[in-house]
């Protein structure tokens, strides 16, 4: 081995015996993960609090003890912050491994016991006792060796990166507490009928699974369930028995799973209207699910079985087009979800279906992060006021139901949270609500499809929230016959991420000497041909941009890029111009 790795493997390895007894359970954790795998820093600190790796100290949550394990990792240079964190909210939202590091991390956890990777060309031996269990996407082996290589009955973690394989749950896996299938592929709501048997399990993640339409009601047996990470998945309705899970402290459903179906593409009004009758004879008469799903597009239809493909016309297909083909990108939760006293995370919630869910929200007065879809004038006094009552939240999200958006939804809310730090607001406005002036701690603000009409107004009370870092503007935000955006004088002290995408008619982007003196990076994509020389102006006032992000095809339009690569040239920070959206 070259002499200067084994000096520098010589000094990282004093690294890690210089971490104290705490940063290295969590250090030797990483080796989970596959080489230049990124990883996000809130799904690693909810394994690591499913793992125990913390307990709550005075005036501070697990999830705040466990963030400053995470910045303290960072900060001894054990785990790398990736890229694309570096401008967010919290300023690393995920991170990496070095490979010199991870190769330290792999040997000191299998000396202890601690984690194993089933890879191909791994050893067939039996390694008996390991805490960790991870699959890797090139593991090809078959049932009998996954239940020989090692003890399942201690295994507390099971990580699947690759194709998912029913035999993957056992029954063996009496003490897991971690099950992550985030990132691989074919799983099928029939694998989970039997999931209800982990009865230690702490953390489910479940997240991309599109084919996956469905619960089991046999999910309220998960009594010590902490985090329910069901984001891309194609779920549309949480089981009743979730009130069950008194412990739990996030539930993720969001960003439902693109239906890959092509069955209904071309379908007109009349065939929709029969698609109950349709599927009621499909369930009814058990017809051929292979059939069923080349229609529907299922990853795996040889895995499939008729349970499958009901649940996916039942569960999934059926209320779809019962709601006009709309997709609002949340989920049903039943009454009684107040229960759930230690909530700190729930999105998103689908309210368009009734009152009742509001008012149970109302009372989970611990939440911190809410996101809320199907907003409409019918549920928006009954929104307000379940806001109004939350005062721990941190983040808020809010989605339209329908043409109407949320223009007169939100003005009855007179006192939001004095700690709201994020809000994203997605439908029509026309105009920003009056109390967003008084949110003195936003550090980050998205408003999509907003079509605000006062421009200046809008932009003048947005220049004066103190600590608003983060400011994404995207499709149709605002609109009108000319959109002219002017950051004035002393407007945006602390703005340090501005995105401008798809904005109408966007004619001028200004910035004066004195705005926006804290401002790292601007991302723009716009029609082409509004992409023209002069369009940006003032950017040599930025005294500390560092990016300056422009859609790829913008780049063909050489003028623009020539006005654009002139100002930047003219700023003392000399910010770069790059591309991105290129695929």
């Known amino acids: 081995m070259n002499p200067e790795l084994e000096i520098i493997k010589a000094v990282l390895m004093k690294s890690y015996d210089g971490l104290p007894y705490y940063l290295k359970a969590c250090f030797l954790y990483l080796a989970i993960f596959p080489e230049d795998y990124e990883i996000l820093r809130r799904r690693l600190v909810r394994r690591w609090i499913a793992e125990g790796y913390s307990s709550e100290v005075r005036g501070k949550s697990m999830e705040e003890v466990l963030d400053g394990y995470f910045m303290e990792l960072i900060g001894r240079s054990m785990i790398l912050p990736s890229q694309q964190s570096i401008h967010s909210r919290k300023g690393i939202d995920s991170c990496h491994v070095h490979d010199l590091i991870r190769e330290i991390a792999i040997s000191k956890s299998m000396e202890e016991n601690l984690v194993f990777t089933l890879e191909e060309g791994c050893s067939l031996n039996n390694h008996g006792t390991v805490r ?187 209320p779809y087009y019962a709601a006009g083909g709309r997709n609002l990108g949340g989920v049903e939760v039943p009454r009684g979800i107040w229960k759930l006293k230690a909530l700190h995370t729930l999105r998103t919630v689908d309210v368009s279906v009734g009152k009742v869910v509001l008012q149970d929200i109302k009372k989970l007065t611990r939440l911190r992060k809410l996101g809320v879809t199907g907003i409409s004038k019918r549920n928006s006094q009954e929104l307000c006021s379940a806001i109004a009552c939350l005062s721990s939240l941190e983040s808020l999200s809010l989605h339209s139901a329908g043409g109407t958006g949320l223009s007169g939804c939100l003005d009855v809310l007179s006192s939001p949270p004095e700690n709201l730090q994020s809000l994203k607001l997605i439908g029509y406005l026309v105009e920003l609500p009056e109390w967003i002036q008084g949110l003195k701690n936003l550090v980050k603000l998205k408003l999509l499809r907003s079509r605000i009409l006062e421009h200046d107004a809008a932009i003048q009370v947005l220049g004066n929230l103190p600590n608003l ?39 001028s982007v200004g910035f004066e000497e004195g705005a926006a003196p804290k401002l790292e990076l601007l991302q723009y994509w716009g029609t082409y041909n509004s992409t023209t020389a002069g369009l940006f102006f003032g950017l040599a006032y930025l005294p500390s941009l560092k990016e300056f992000l422009l859609y790829s095809s913008h780049w063909e339009n050489t003028e623009f890029v020539e006005d654009l690569q002139g100002q930047l040239a003219k700023n003392g920070n000399k910010p770069v111009l790059k591309s991105w959206g290129r695929g």
Request: hydrophobic residues 40%; charged residues 20%.
């Open 469 to 507: 870092a983060t400011l994404r503007l995207l499709d149709y935000s605002f609109v009108g016959e000319e959109v002219c955006f002017s950051f004035c004088g002393e407007a945006f002290p602390s703005l340090k991420v501005l995105q401008l995408n798809g904005v109408g008619n966007l004619k």
């Open 132 to 318: 960790h269990l991870a699959v890797s996407s090139n593991w090809e082996g078959d049932q009998c060796e996954f239940e020989n290589i090692v003890d399942l009955s201690r295994v507390r973690s099971l990580t699947v990166f690759g194709n998912w394989r029913p035999f993957y749950i056992s029954d063996k896996m009496s003490l897991l507490r971690v099950l992550d299938l985030e990132g691989n592929w074919d799983l099928l709501d029939h694998h989970l009928e039997h999931i209800w048997k982990l009865v230690h399990l702490r953390y489910l993640s479940l997240r991309g699974h599109g084919d996956i339409f469905h619960l089991p009601n046999s999910l309220g047996n998960l009594r010590q369930l902490l985090t329910l990470d069901i984001s891309g998945t194609s779920i549309i309705k949480l089981p009743r028995t979730i009130i069950k899970l008194v412990k739990m402290q996030h539930i993720l459903a969001s960003d439902i799973g693109k239906r890959n179906g092509n069955l209904f593409d071309d379908a007109d009004d009349q065939s929709l209207m029969s698609l109950p009758l349709y599927s009621a004879l499909c369930c009814v008469a058990c017809c051929g699910p292979n059939r069923l799903a080349s229609g529907l597009v299922l990853q795996d239809e040889a895995q499939l079985n008729r349970r499958d493909v009901c649940t996916a016309f039942c569960c999934g297909i059926l």
